[in-house]
């Protein structure tokens, strides 16, 4: 068991600003001194990094690797074995945990700041402030967080941004920009971004404070991470006709927090400001500090919308993975991969997992490699497939053909050919999720507003550990998606009885009512497409140098809707100013946790091994003006299989991004067209 420092709260308040830095004169008169409006109490941990740190909580490189850390009490756990918890999984969650992956060797807490592998744990000491972001109602509770780790040089300052990814956390971004940044003795400025990992159990009346520990609804008050805007009449009603449900932020926050990630991000660099300010007693600004906005996925989004949104000079450049961004449309663009082309601006999420959810579990029956690493049930599936083609979206007579249909359906939609193995998958562990979750938070529905028919239930047994196992989009924590009218009674989505056909078909009444949200005409479905347009992105980075580094294979954020057309559009609006850069792996997809994974290891790797070399080349560029490297794909080269066990990876699987890279591998912009070599 591992021992915790003593945590206490103090008055410790925030300020302004920071992304990357080197603004100038101008930015740093930006930077007050005063505690922000927005900021709330601040929590304050330190850690000695021995029996706690900043990156493992005391865990260390093998204690990551490891199995899940001992609660003493799973019904009844502490803020602090809460907090070790929620960085144990969310470290994992992000990268493969395996040696023969790259961890310890190629990524790691023991690999160092310089990319060599060392016998340490890896353990980070410093302090931690934690803070809620409000506007005085309660009802958004961002929660903020600053590390500072020991190893920060107050002649040499610099932050990192570390919005979580998906819908996780404060800790949601510890194994990615978290552990860059406090490796290289930069403060970490993160945020949940208003997602979070909140749950109302509104049987019980429960939801988590910021520290991760339940408390009753009405006794926890304006101190919950989150509580549906229900009253208790209406929560009483709600649960006499749908009993055991609960509410979560990310869905039900009725806040359309995804408007706001730019926001939220730089108000985290403010507080990271803040803390530095009164921890050293300086003045460090954006015209003396590195400051760079980074993180994966959502988070990555986040970044680019922060940066978007910098009046201030605050950010200095931005180096991101793999990012969930949705662009305001123009058909003037054009992206070129071989003989594929693409019109405009790309498909914002929910458009496309729209579509996703509707032919995924069909096409994953085209052939025997499309049903691969982890499969559909092949019943329902031909049930989908048959009502694809009773409504003449697909053709074919058998489950094959009729996968095959679908499956040029999602390719024609603009998915790559590389995201055919991986369309199983996705719908079993993403696409529903996302499809239910985000169709609430665009609209801004709430719980009781049971959209499609769906909502969240299972066993509240969960909930005291939700903090440190969920990830803010059910299934999670014991909680799934339920078919509230699945013909015999409300069921799991997965096994329910479609009421327009009878069978069990992977929900068809959802994902034709999904797809009607993002294409219709109803109320809900202006409610939807409203949200939609909010979270677009105008691509002006403002000059801002930038890095996006995205697999080819990613079959969750595909490259054609999201970062090449972002690429192009930013060229479209900056023109000779744009300093972006973009970097396309081959042979790498979006979720690093799948890589153990049967027939992942042998053909995928670590996009993560390209994110740090991003960092890198980022800050060397900020530090010292090093060149920056031109767009390109990066061809990598899979594992492969020696008898029946994968080959442990090496540096000739995933060769270095090129600085100047060989003329067919360069990503080009010319006449409002992006070029991508096949």
Not at 7 to 22: M, V, Y
Not at 153 to 162: H, L
Not at 513 to 532: E, I
Request: proline share 6%; glycine share 10%; hydrophobic share 40%.
């Amino acid at each position: 068991m591992h021992h915790f420092v003593f945590t206490r709260t103090t008055s410790f308040f925030a300020i302004p600003i920071i992304l990357f830095s080197l603004s100038g004169p101008a930015a740093a008169k930006n930077i007050t001194t005063g505690k922000p409006a927005f900021l709330g109490e601040i929590s304050l941990r330190t850690t000695d990094g021995v029996s706690d740190d900043l990156l493992t909580a005391g865990l260390g490189k093998t204690g990551l690797a490891g199995p899940s850390p001992a609660i003493a009490d799973p019904a009844n756990p502490t803020a602090a074995e809460l907090r070790r918890l929620a960085i144990y999984n969310n470290y994992r969650a992000l990268v493969d945990i395996t040696a023969a992956g790259g961890y310890g060797t190629l990524y790691g807490p023991n690999v160092n700041q310089a990319g060599i592998a060392t016998t340490s744990e890896g353990l980070i000491a410093g302090t931690e402030h934690i803070a809620y972001s409000d506007d005085g109602t309660g009802r958004q509770n961002v929660t903020m967080m600053v590390q500072v780790p020991v190893t920060f040089d107050a002649a040499k300052p610099c932050i990192v941004t570390g919005t979580s990814s998906g819908s996780r956390g404060i800790y949601g971004a510890i194994g990615t920009s978290g552990e860059w940044g406090l490796k290289n003795g930069c403060a970490v400025a993160y945020t949940d971004k208003g997602t979070g990992n909140g749950i109302h159990d509104l049987q019980n009346n429960t939801v988590s404070l910021q520290n991760g520990v339940r408390a009753d609804a009405a006794a926890a008050g304006s101190a919950s991470n989150f509580t549906a805007n229900l009253t208790d009449p209406q929560r009483t009603a709600f649960n006499a006709a749908f009993p055991n449900r609960f509410a979560v932020k990310h869905a039900h926050s009725q806040q359309n927090p995804e408007k706001d990630w730019g926001k939220w991000t730089l108000q985290s660099v403010e507080f990271a400001f803040y803390v530095l300010n009164q921890k050293f007693n300086k003045h460090f600004n954006p015209s003396n500090t590195i400051t760079i906005a980074s993180s994966v996925s959502n988070g990555a989004g986040a970044a680019l919308a922060a940066a978007e949104q910098d009046t201030r000079g605050l950010i200095g450049g931005v180096a991101i993975a793999e990012p969930s961004i949705a662009l305001v449309p123009n058909n003037n663009l054009t992206v070129k991969r071989g003989a594929k082309t693409m019109v405009g601006t790309g498909k914002s999420l929910l458009d496309y997992f729209s579509i996703a959810n509707l032919y995924q579990p069909c096409a994953a029956l085209a052939s025997p490699s499309t049903n691969v690493f982890h499969t559909v049930n092949a019943t329902l599936a031909e049930n989908r497939c048959d009502v694809l083609k009773a409504n003449g979206l697909i053709s074919g007579n058998s489950p094959q053909e009729m996968g095959a249909s679908a499956l040029n359906a999602l390719f024609d939609a603009g998915y790559e050919p590389e995201s055919a193995p991986l369309q199983a998958s996705m719908f079993a562990f993403a696409t529903p999720a996302i499809a239910t979750t985000y169709s609430n938070t665009y609209g801004r529905f709430n719980v009781t507003d049971n959209l499609c028919n769906w909502s969240f239930s299972g066993s509240a047994a969960g909930m005291p550990l939700s903090f440190g196992t969920g990830n803010g989009i059910p299934p999670t924590a014991g909680i799934a998606i339920f078919k509230n009218n699945s013909v015999g009674g409300a069921a799991p989505l997965a096994t329910s009885v479609s009421v327009s056909t009878g069978k069990a078909d992977y929900d068809i009444d959802g994902a034709f009512c999904v797809r009607d949200l993002v294409t219709g005409n109803s109320q809900n479905a202006q409610s939807v497409q409203q949200g939609m347009r909010e979270i677009e992105r105008s691509g002006n980075l403002n000059g801002k140098p930038a890095i996006i580094v995205h697999g080819r294979s990613d079959t969750l954020i595909p490259v054609g809707f999201t970062s090449r057309p972002y690429y192009g559009l930013n060229k479209m609006v900056e023109g000779r100013k744009s300093k972006l850069r973009y970097i396309e792996v081959t042979n790498a997809q979006h979720f690093e946790a799948f890589l153990p994974f049967p027939g992942y290891a042998q053909n995928y790797l670590p996009l993560h091994r390209y994110f740090i070399q991003a960092m890198d080349l980022m800050y060397a560029h900020l530090k010292s003006h090093a060149a920056l490297p031109e767009s390109q794909v990066v061809r990598t080269i899979p594992r492969g299989m020696n008898g029946g066990v994968v080959n442990p990876i090496s540096s000739d699987n995933v060769p270095p991004i090129a600085i100047t890279p060989r003329a067919d591998d360069r990503i080009t912009f010319s006449n409002n067209t992006v070029t991508v070599p096949d």
